[in-house]
């Protein structure tokens, strides 16, 4: 099978996963593009980009996974190990509403020292305050079921009790367990993920998926994490967005150097390729600054992720972009598209607070 | 050396002109492979069309037809001998005024320490400008081009622009020409593309009325090129430049090219505004940098290189634009000190290593090149 034949494949309908790997690994980084855009524009027409106001909290950096591409996660004890105590959550939330925040972006460490009790209080705590919480990774999910002796549902029942909104999709990093084994061997495995996953979408709530490349993954295990995601999409209909990016290797234990751009917009635009069934096709640009976050926008992306009031984790690794809401909206509009505001959920959200100069 | 040769004929498959969004792109597509050459409303449409890939696919075609999947870099090392300079130009971060306490001018011999003492191991180049230093005479920038070759017999000089000829000339009572031959004697071999900012007196009155315009640069490399010194160009967009004010500069260049051919490549250059008097203007958005470099390999058919400067666009940006016209990555540099007082957050330097592992991810073929874009053994490539 040849490029034109794969893309003939992709005409036809949905695109398997010889034709898949086919179009990866040999049509031209910009043939991926324009496939890539022709499928965004059949999902959403408008030439509209979605962007969220949305604070990025972790409350705690305190971790026993230990993986080995994460530069965030301290030990017990450790001198700069933290979790956040309720003043602090009360005063950056206070902060995401007056920037016009709808939503928080709750995740931390597994910390064996917080118990079931004490996340519920925070969600409620947040909750109270109006806004949408979008926290837990099914690796939080996993860890807090196991602590609690209850089920990932019942912990899902729970947390949605206490005002938990949707679930984020981090901690797939790539869905294949010979690459967990070797990068994260104490999180949540392929399956665990797929099911806390699964169990969300059952009980109502949305989340999305992410996949973090670029470090000990063969291009097919890239592609064999598609179409694992695609499968369970088509089970549930329950993702709203899929979010890749490339491990940065800066101040972690994991070998290699970043992937550079091509390597980023060729994975993106593939990811729209195979999840036909993916409403929303989320650019980093924490990972990739400004410039590129923006190029991919023209790569099959139709949502610029959120301006991160505060972002930990990727900064933890040595990389550090900011941006604010009305550079966001001048990079969409200057990309040839209409800028939105929305929520968690992907509907629009009418903007409360003043762009910031 | 002099290489004025148009693009070869462009054969474009029938499949991609169908895959291009924006009609006025099948068109200009049509067009090209016609034998047409883009005309300024053609090259404001490529600037505003929204098909951004469309846009990439048909300069990487023609670059392709030039240069296959080769894109080239040298090993070189770039040089400000002085940021000291009374020109004032408002997009300008780097330059001091005289007297300043931060201003500085290399001597010969400094200049020379440095270049010795560079840590690229196989130099072939010394990129060397700097401000309109009134402190220097023209016997000072003879004295730097014979003290940097005499410190690396090996390296070729590119040095001064036209700026810096314009000022040097003037001082020493000398005509351009005469100013030119006396550095050429001295080592001079080629000319950095800069000072050509937007060629547009509107655009001079308001941000470098003390320098010279677009009729003065011209002239001064239409000069270098008589006297087979090799030239590049560049463009510095996305300040208060419209976008037919682009284009237009793009043409002046093409007819100068046609004129006297020893344009060698050109540089977009995305204006940075941190630390000058613009800092209120956002610059360039990333699109917007890769539909300039799309379009001028489009508009430029007669200037063989076009380059994806690194400095200014950021080793991510510079990579991707290898898919959209761009065919060389320039060089190691080394220590750049212009777009970084403007506040690029590059490297300072990169690696020829580095350099050839962001060619080979882009999925081009490195190939290390000489000033005169003659490729060279590479040392990366002896294993």
Same mark, same amino acid.
């Given at each position: 099978?040849?490029?034109?034949?794969? *893309?003939?494949?992709?005409?036809?309908?949905?695109?398997?996963?010889?034709? +898949?790997?086919?179009?990866?690994?040999?049509?031209?980084?910009?043939?991926?593009?324009?496939?890539?855009?022709? +499928?965004?524009?059949?999902?959403?027409?408008?030439?509209?980009?979605?962007?969220?106001?949305?604070?990025?909290?972790?409350?705690?950096?305190?971790?026993?996974?230990?993986?080995?591409?994460?530069?965030?996660?301290?030990?017990?004890?450790?001198?700069?190990?933290?979790?956040?105590?309720?003043?602090?959550?009360?005063?950056?939330?206070?902060?995401?509403?007056?920037?016009?925040?709808?939503?928080?972006?709750?995740?931390?460490?597994?910390?064996? #020292?917080?118990?079931?009790?004490?996340?519920?209080?925070?969600?409620?705590?947040?909750?109270?305050?109006?806004?949408?919480?979008?926290?837990?990774?099914?690796?939080?999910?996993?860890?807090?079921?196991?602590?609690?002796?209850?089920?990932?549902?019942?912990?899902?029942?729970?947390?949605?009790?206490?005002?938990?909104?949707?679930?984020? =999709?981090?901690?797939?990093?790539?869905?294949?367990?010979?690459?967990?084994?070797?990068?994260?061997?104490?999180?949540?495995?392929?399956?665990?993920?797929?099911?806390?996953?699964?169990?969300?979408?059952?009980?109502?709530?949305?989340?999305?998926?992410?996949?973090?490349?670029?470090?000990?993954?063969?291009?097919?295990?890239?592609?064999?994490?598609?179409?694992?995601?695609?499968?369970?999409?088509?089970?549930?209909?329950?993702?709203? #967005?899929?979010?890749?990016?490339?491990?940065?290797?800066?101040?972690?234990?994991?070998?290699?150097?970043?992937?550079?751009?091509?390597?980023?917009?060729?994975?993106?635009?593939?990811?729209?390729?195979?999840?036909?069934?993916?409403?929303? *096709?989320?650019?980093?640009?924490?990972?990739?600054?400004?410039?590129?976050?923006?190029?991919?926008?023209?790569?099959?992306?139709?949502?610029?992720?959120?301006?991160?009031?505060?972002?930990?984790?990727?900064? +933890? +690794? =040595?990389?550090?972009?900011?941006?604010?809401?009305?550079?966001?909206?001048?990079?969409?509009? #200057?990309?040839?598209?209409?800028?939105?505001?929305?929520?968690?959920?992907?509907?629009?959200?009418?903007?409360? =607070?003043?762009?910031?100069? | 050396?002099?290489?004025?040769?148009?693009? $070869?004929?462009?054969?474009?498959?029938?499949?991609?002109?169908?895959?291009?969004?924006?009609?006025?792109?099948?068109?200009?597509?049509?067009?090209?492979?016609?034998?047409?050459?883009?005309?300024?409303?053609?090259?404001?449409?490529?600037?505003?069309?929204?098909?951004?890939?469309?846009?990439?696919?048909?300069?990487?075609?023609? &670059?392709?037809? @030039?240069?296959?999947?080769?894109?080239?870099?040298?090993?070189?090392?770039?040089?400000?001998?002085?940021?000291?300079?009374?020109?004032?130009?408002?997009?300008?971060?780097?330059?001091? $005024?005289?007297?300043?306490?931060?201003?500085?001018?290399?001597?010969?011999?400094?200049?020379?320490?440095?270049?010795?003492?560079?840590?690229?191991?196989?130099?072939?180049?010394?990129?060397?400008?700097?401000?309109?230093?009134?402190?220097?005479?023209? $016997?000072?920038?003879?004295?730097?081009?014979?003290?940097?070759?005499?410190?690396?017999?090996?390296? &070729?000089?590119?040095?001064?622009?036209?700026?810096?000829?314009?000022?040097?000339? &003037?001082?020493?009572?000398?005509?351009?020409?005469?100013?030119?031959?006396?550095?050429?004697?001295?080592?001079?071999?080629?000319?950095?593309?800069?000072?050509?900012?937007?060629?547009?007196?509107?655009?001079?009155?308001?941000?470098?009325?003390? &320098?010279?315009?677009?009729?003065?640069?011209?002239?001064?490399?239409?000069?270098?090129?008589?006297?087979?010194?090799?030239?590049?160009?560049?463009?510095?967009?996305?300040?208060?430049?419209?976008?037919?004010?682009?284009?237009?500069?793009?043409?002046?260049?093409?007819?100068?090219?046609?004129?006297?051919?020893?344009?060698?490549?050109?540089?977009?250059?995305?204006?940075?505004?941190?630390?000058?008097?613009?800092?209120?203007?956002?610059?360039?958005?990333?699109?917007?940098?890769?539909?300039?470099?799309?379009?001028? @390999?489009?508009?430029?058919?007669?200037? $063989?290189?076009?380059?994806?400067?690194?400095?200014?666009?950021?080793?991510?940006?510079?990579?991707?634009?290898?898919?959209?016209?761009?065919?060389?990555?320039?060089?190691?540099?080394?220590?750049?000190?212009?777009?970084?007082?403007?506040?690029?957050?590059?490297?300072?330097?990169?690696?020829?290593?580095?350099?050839?592992?962001?060619? @080979?991810?882009?999925?081009?073929?490195?190939?290390?090149?000489?000033?005169?874009?003659?490729?060279?053994?590479?040392?990366?490539?002896?294993?």
């Amino acid at each position: 099978m040849d490029v034109s034949e794969g *893309i003939r494949c992709l005409e036809r309908g949905r695109l398997d996963p010889e034709p +898949a790997r086919v179009l990866y690994e040999e049509a031209d980084l910009l043939t991926l593009g324009q496939l890539a855009q022709e +499928a965004r524009l059949r999902w959403n027409h408008d030439p509209v980009v979605t962007y969220a106001v949305d604070r990025n909290i972790n409350y705690t950096n305190v971790c026993v996974s230990r993986c080995g591409f994460c530069a965030f996660a301290r030990p017990e004890g450790h001198p700069e190990a933290y979790v956040l105590d309720q003043e602090t959550l009360v005063r950056k939330c206070e902060e995401t509403l007056a920037l016009g925040g709808t939503q928080i972006l709750y995740q931390g460490g597994l910390n064996p #020292a917080l118990g079931l009790d004490w996340h519920l209080e925070q969600v409620r705590l947040m909750r109270r305050m109006g806004l949408h919480v979008h926290g837990f990774s099914p690796p939080e999910m996993v860890f807090m079921a196991g602590q609690s002796g209850l089920t990932v549902r019942e912990v899902i029942e729970r947390l949605v009790a206490a005002g938990l909104g949707s679930i984020p =999709g981090g901690g797939a990093e790539v869905l294949v367990d010979r690459v967990r084994r070797a990068v994260s061997p104490i999180k949540a495995t392929k399956d665990e993920w797929l099911e806390v996953m699964r169990t969300a979408h059952a009980v109502g709530l949305k989340t999305t998926a992410t996949m973090m490349f670029g470090h000990l993954e063969t291009p097919a295990e890239r592609l064999e994490h598609l179409f694992l995601v695609r499968r369970l999409q088509d089970e549930t209909r329950g993702f709203t #967005a899929f979010i890749p990016w490339p491990y940065q290797p800066a101040k972690t234990t994991l070998p290699g150097r970043p992937a550079g751009s091509t390597t980023y917009l060729r994975l993106l635009a593939v990811s729209r390729l195979v999840l036909d069934n993916f409403p929303h *096709i989320q650019a980093s640009w924490v990972t990739q600054g400004p410039h590129i976050g923006q190029v991919a926008l023209h790569f099959g992306a139709d949502d610029l992720g959120s301006t991160m009031i505060e972002e930990n984790v990727v900064a +933890a +690794a =040595g990389v550090s972009h900011r941006l604010s809401r009305s550079e966001m909206i001048r990079l969409i509009e #200057a990309a040839g598209f209409r800028a939105r505001q929305r929520n968690t959920l992907y509907e629009p959200v009418e903007s409360q =607070g003043e762009a910031p100069p | 050396m002099m290489s004025t040769t148009k693009n $070869p004929r462009l054969a474009l498959p029938s499949l991609l002109l169908d895959r291009l969004r924006d009609p006025a792109l099948r068109e200009i597509g049509r067009k090209l492979a016609g034998g047409g050459q883009v005309e300024p409303g053609e090259g404001v449409a490529c600037l505003e069309s929204t098909d951004l890939c469309g846009l990439g696919q048909l300069a990487l075609a023609v &670059k392709r037809v @030039r240069f296959g999947d080769r894109a080239f870099f040298i090993a070189n090392h770039h040089l400000n001998y002085t940021n000291i300079c009374g020109n004032g130009c408002r997009f300008c971060a780097f330059h001091r $005024p005289a007297g300043s306490a931060d201003g500085y001018a290399m001597s010969p011999d400094e200049a020379a320490r440095r270049i010795a003492e560079s840590p690229v191991a196989d130099l072939r180049e010394v990129h060397l400008v700097g401000g309109c230093n009134p402190e220097l005479d023209f $016997p000072y920038c003879l004295d730097l081009l014979r003290a940097i070759l005499r410190a690396r017999p090996g390296v &070729k000089l590119k040095a001064f622009t036209a700026v810096e000829i314009a000022q040097m000339a &003037k001082k020493a009572g000398l005509s351009h020409h005469e100013c030119l031959v006396r550095l050429k004697e001295a080592g001079l071999v080629a000319m950095p593309g800069g000072g050509a900012e937007v060629f547009s007196e509107r655009i001079r009155q308001r941000l470098f009325p003390h &320098k010279i315009g677009a009729d003065e640069w011209l002239s001064i490399h239409a000069t270098a090129h008589r006297l087979g010194i090799t030239t590049n160009a560049t463009l510095l967009f996305g300040h208060i430049e419209t976008p037919a004010e682009r284009v237009e500069h793009l043409i002046r260049l093409r007819e100068q090219q046609e004129e006297s051919g020893g344009f060698q490549a050109f540089i977009a250059l995305p204006f940075h505004p941190a630390n000058t008097l613009l800092r209120d203007l956002p610059g360039p958005t990333g699109v917007d940098i890769l539909k300039t470099i799309a379009t001028a @390999r489009l508009v430029l058919d007669n200037i $063989p290189h076009i380059k994806a400067y690194w400095v200014m666009l950021g080793a991510k940006l510079a990579q991707t634009a290898l898919h959209f016209g761009a065919d060389d990555l320039e060089g190691t540099i080394v220590r750049e000190r212009i777009a970084h007082e403007a506040g690029a957050h590059t490297e300072a330097g990169l690696t020829v290593e580095q350099l050839v592992d962001l060619i @080979r991810e882009a999925g081009c073929e490195p190939v290390e090149r000489d000033t005169f874009h003659r490729p060279v053994e590479s040392s990366h490539g002896r294993e």
